[in-house]
C-alpha cells in the first residue's frame, strides 16, 4: 500500500517489459526504495539507523559466512582456528575484525534506532506492528552475538557462558535440568559449542527474515516523521528515490568511516583482552564481563542482591534482566499520549533524556566490577528503568499538555502550507 | 490490562530493588569493605622511554629492536615460556634471511619429537621452518602461560610486560606494616605490576645478561623493551599491513562521502 500520488513503475525498455510481465523484481524494488515510494520530506538523520542496521545485517553475514569456511566448532581447537584465520588465511584477520567490529557496530546503530524509536515514539498506531517485530529482532540479535561470542573458545567466551545459561538454573524445579539440556552437558563443552555454532549460523538468516517483515510492515503506514504529523498530501512527502537513497548515501559514508577507524587502528579497543587466552575451566578469570553491549542488562540482573517476598535474588535478577526488554513490547499501550513526537511533549521529552543518562549508567556499571559501589548506584538505575516505562510514561501521558503541533509536515518545513485552508 | 498490571510489574520491581539496595547499604555503613594491599599497592602498566615505535595510527616494528627482542626470548624467556602459534618461518618477517631461519630452526635446543611409524618408537630430528616453536615443559613453582598472544591477552600488553619484567623489588615496608597477611610466599616475588602482587616468575631479567650482536647495551630496561616489542609482532604479526590498509581504505572513504555529500546536497537544493 502506498499514498494514492506515488508514481507508478513503467518500463521502458523491452527487456525490463518483459519482466515485469513475468517476475516483477524491479517493481517491487521500485515500489519499496525506489521513485515508487513517496516518503516525508523532513526526515532528520536518525531516520538513516534503520538501512544502517540493514548494512550491518549483511556485512555480519557475509563476513560470517566466509569464517565459517576457516573455523573450526571443536573445543579441542577451535581457538587455535580463530588464531590460523589471524594468521594464515589471507586477510583473515581483517575479516575477523571486521566480524568482531561489526557485531559492535550493529548494536551501536540498532541502539539508537530504538532510542529514535523512544524519542520519537515510532511505536505509536499504526505503527505497533513495526515496533514488535523490532524488539523481536533485537532479542534474536542478542541471543546471536551471545552465541558469536563463544565461538573463538577463549576464557570469556567460556566463562560467559556458564554465567549466561547457568541463569536458567534459577528457574524453579526444572532450572537444573533445563541448563543441563541447554549446554548438552554440567558445563559449556564441545556439545555446547557445537550446536551454539549451529545456532549462530541460523540465527542471523532468522533475522534477516522478521527484517523483512519489519520492512513490509514499514511499508503500510510509510514511515513515521520528526514532528509525528501524519502525511496530508503530496507536498508533505518525496519519493524516496532519488532523496534518501542520496541521504542514506552520504550517512552510510560517514558509518564506514567510523567502522573502519574502529576495524583497522583499534580492533581490540572494545574485546576483552582474556578472550585471547583459551577457555580453561579450572581458572576463573578475575572479573567475568559479557560484551559491551549486554552491560546495562547485566547491571540489572546483578543489582537483586537481597531475597525479596521469599523469591531469591537470582530469580528476581533473572526476571528483571528479561522483563528489561519485555517492557519494549508493551510501550503502544503503556504510552497512550496522542502526540508522537518528542518534540511537542515537553515533560515526556525531560524523562526521556534521564533515561538516556539512566541506561549509559547501567552500562557504566554492568562492565566494571562487581564491588558495592557499583552494585547500589545500579540498583537506583534499575528502580528508575522500570518505573520510566511501566510508570512514568502512562503518568505523563495523562497529565502532559502538549505543545501545539503543525497543521502539517509541509508547514512544518516551509513555514506556511497552501492546504492550511480547508482543502479543495 | 497494560495499563492496569504495567504499573503493578513496575512497582514490583521498583521495591525489589530498593529492598536491595537498603539492605547492601546498612552493610555497607556497618561493615565497609576493607581495603586490600592490591587496591592500594597494585600499579598501572608504563611505557618505556622513549615509548614504542609500533604505537599509534603510524606505528611501525622496529626490525633491529624485533631482532633484539627474538634473542632475549631465545637466551632467556624460551627456558620456561612456549610460543605455540609462532613458526619459525614466520622469523622471516623480522628480516632473517632463508639461510638465517633454518639455521635457527635446525639449532633449536628443543628438537621436534617423531613417532617411526614402523617400530613406534619416539625419535627426535632438528626443527625445519615450517615447525611451530616447541612445546617447553617446566618443573618450577607456577605455569608459565604460553606467550604468543600475552601481549593482547592483557590490558595494555606490551606496556604491562615491559613494567612486570623491570618492575620487581623488595616488598614495601609499608606494605608490610599495613597488611601483615599480605606477606610475599615463599616462592613467589613481589611485582606491583602483576594483578595480585606476588609471581611465580623469578626476575628473569639482569643487566647484560645477553649480549646484543648490533652493539645495543643489554641494560634490563633495553632487554625489557626489545621482548615487549618483540611479543607484540608475535601476538600480531599483521599489525604493520592492517594500519596500511586501514589509510587506504580511510583514504577511499573520505573521497567517496565527501562526494556522497555534494551528491546529497545537489538533490535536496530542488527541495529545501
Ligand atoms: C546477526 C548477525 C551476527 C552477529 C551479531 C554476530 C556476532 C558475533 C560475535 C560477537 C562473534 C565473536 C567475535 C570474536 O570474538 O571474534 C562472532 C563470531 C563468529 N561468527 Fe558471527 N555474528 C553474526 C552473524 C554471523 C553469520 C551469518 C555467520 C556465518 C554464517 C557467523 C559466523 C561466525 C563465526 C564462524 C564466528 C567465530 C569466529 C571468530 O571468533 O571470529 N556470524 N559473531
Redesign the pocket.
Known amino acids: 500500500m502506498s499514498f494514492p500520488w506515488a508514481k507508478e513503475y513503467k518500463p521502458s525498455h523491452p527487456l525490463m517489459q518483459w519482466l515485469d510481465e513475468k517476475l516483477p523484481l524491479p517493481r517491487f524494488v521500485y515500489n519499496a526504495v525506489g521513485a515508487g515510494y513517496p516518503v516525508p520530506r523532513n526526515l532528520n538523520y536518525f531516520w538513516n539507523f534503520g538501512i544502517l542496521a540493514g548494512v550491518c545485517?549483511m556485512l555480519?553475514?557475509v563476513?560470517?559466512?566466509v569464517?565459517?569456511m576457516h573455523?573450526a566448532a571443536n573445543s579441542g581447537v577451535a581457538f587455535d582456528s580463530?588464531e590460523h584465520?589471524m594468521r594464515d588465511v589471507n586477510w583473515g584477520w581483517m575479516l575477523?575484525y571486521a566480524?568482531?567490529n561489526?557485531?559492535s557496530a550493529?548494536?551501536v546503530v540498532v541502539y539508537i534506532h530504538i532510542f529514535r524509536g523512544f524519542f520519537f515514539s515510532s511505536y505509536k498506531a499504526p505503527r505497533e506492528m513495526i515496533w514488535l517485530l523490532g524488539v523481536t529482532i533485537f532479542l534474536?540479535?542478542m541471543a546471536?552475538?551471545f552465541m558469536?561470542?563463544v565461538?573463538?573458545w577463549?576464557q570469556m567466551?567460556f566463562w560467559g557462558a556458564k554465567v549466561i545459561t547457568g541463569l536458567f538454573s534459577a528457574i524453579p524445579v526444572v532450572g537444573e535440568p533445563l541448563q543441563q539440556w541447554l549446554l548438552g552437558g554440567f558445563a559449556p563443552d564441545n556439545a555446547a559449542l557445537n550446536r551454539f555454532?549451529s545456532l549462530?549460523?541460523l540465527?542471523?538468516?532468522v533475522?534477516l527474515g522478521v527484517v523483512i517483515l519489519h520492512i513490509w510492515a514499514l511499508h503500510i503506514p510509510g514511515s513515521s516523521n520528526p514532528t509525528g504529523v501524519e502525511v496530508k498530501t503530496e507536498s508533505d512527502t518525496v519519493p524516496f528515490h532519488p532523496y534518501y537513497t542520496a541521504k542514506d548515501g552520504f550517512g552510510l559514508g560517514v558509518f564506514a568511516i567510523l567502522y573502519c577507524t574502529m576495524l583497522f587502528f583499534l580492533p581490540n579497543a572494545l574485546?576483552h583482552p582474556d578472550?585471547y587466552i583459551q577457555a580453561n575451566p579450572l581458572s576463573t578469570p578475575a572479573h567475568i564481563v559479557p560484551?559491551w553491549y549486554f552491560w546495562p542488562f547485566y547491571a540489572i540482573l546483578r543489582a537483586f542482591t537481597a531475597d525479596f517476598l521469599f523469591i531469591p535474588a537470582k530469580l528476581m535478577g533473572v526476571l528483571a534482566m528479561f522483563s528489561a526488554i519485555l517492557v519494549w513490547f508493551f510501550l503502544p499501550w503503556l504510552d497512550t499520549s496522542p502526540v508522537r513526537s518528542g518534540h511537542y511533549r515537553p515533560l515526556f521529552r525531560k524523562f526521556f533524556y534521564l533515561l538516556v543518562i539512566d541506561v549509559l549508567v547501567l552500562g557504566y556499571c554492568g562492565g566494571s566490577p562487581a564491588e558495592t559501589k557499583y552494585v547500589l548506584i545500579s540498583q537506583i538505575a534499575a528502580t528508575y528503568y522500570f518505573l520510566h516505562f511501566l510508570v512514568i510514561l502512562p503518568i505523563v501521558a495523562s497529565i502532559e499538555k502538549p505543545a501545539p503541533l503543525p497543521f502539517s509536515i509541509t508547514e512544518a518545513v516551509l513555514g506556511k502550507d497552501d492546504q492550511t485552508a480547508p482543502a479543495a | 490490562m497494560v495499563r492496569l498490571f504495567g504499573p503493578l510489574v513496575g512497582l514490583f520491581f521498583a521495591v525489589a530493588l530498593l529492598w536491595s539496595f537498603g539492605v547492601g547499604a546498612i552493610q555497607a555503613i556497618r561493615e565497609p569493605e576493607p581495603t586490600t594491599a592490591v587496591q592500594e599497592f597494585h600499579l598501572a602498566p608504563k611505557e618505556p622511554e622513549p615509548g614504542f615505535s609500533f604505537n599509534g595510527p603510524f606505528g611501525k616494528f622496529n626490525q633491529a629492536q624485533l631482532q633484539r627482542g627474538f634473542q632475549v626470548y631465545k637466551e632467556v624467556c624460551s627456558n620456561c615460556h612456549s610460543l605455540h602459534f609462532v613458526a619459525f618461518r614466520d622469523l622471516a618477517a623480522l628480516g632473517y634471511t632463508e639461510a638465517e631461519v633454518k639455521a635457527i630452526a635446525k639449532e633449536w635446543g628443543t628438537k621436534a619429537k617423531v613417532q617411526d611409524p614402523k617400530t613406534g618408537d619416539e625419535t627426535e630430528r632438528d626443527n625445519v621452518p615450517a615447525d611451530h616453536f616447541p612445546k617447553v615443559y617446566y618443573a618450577g613453582t607456577g605455569n608459565p602461560p604460553d606467550l604468543s598472544l600475552v601481549t593482547k591477552a592483557r590490558h595494555e600488553g606490551p606496556e604491562y610486560v615491559y613494567s612486570l619484567l623491570t618492575g620487581y623489588q623488595e616488598q614495601p615496608a609499608e606494605l608490610l606494616k599495613k597488611y601483615p597477611d599480605a606477606k610475599t610466599p615463599d616462592g613467589l616475588y613481589y611485582n606491583p605490576y602483576f594483578a595480585n602482587l606476588n609471581i611465580a616468575m623469578p626476575a628473569p631479567l639482569a643487566d647484560d645478561q645477553v649480549t646484543y650482536g648490533d652493539g645495543t647495551k643489554a641494560t634490563k630496561e633495553q632487554m625489557a623493551a626489545d621482548v615487549a616489542a618483540f611479543l607484540t609482532w608475535t601476538a600480531e604479526p599483521k599489525m604493520e599491513k592492517r594500519k596500511q590498509t586501514g589509510w587506504a581504505v580511510l583514504g577511499f572513504l573520505l573521497a567517496a562521502t565527501a562526494l556522497a555529500y555534494l551528491a546529497k546536497r545537489n538533490v535536496w537544493s530542488k527541495v529545501h
Open positions: 545485517l555480519q553475514i563476513t560470517g559466512v569464517l565459517a573455523y580463530v584465520i575477523r566480524h568482531a561489526g557485531a550493529f548494536f534474536l540479535m546471536t552475538a558469536g561470542y565461538l573463538p577463549g567466551s555454532f549462530h549460523f540465527l542471523p538468516f533475522i574485546g578472550n560484551e
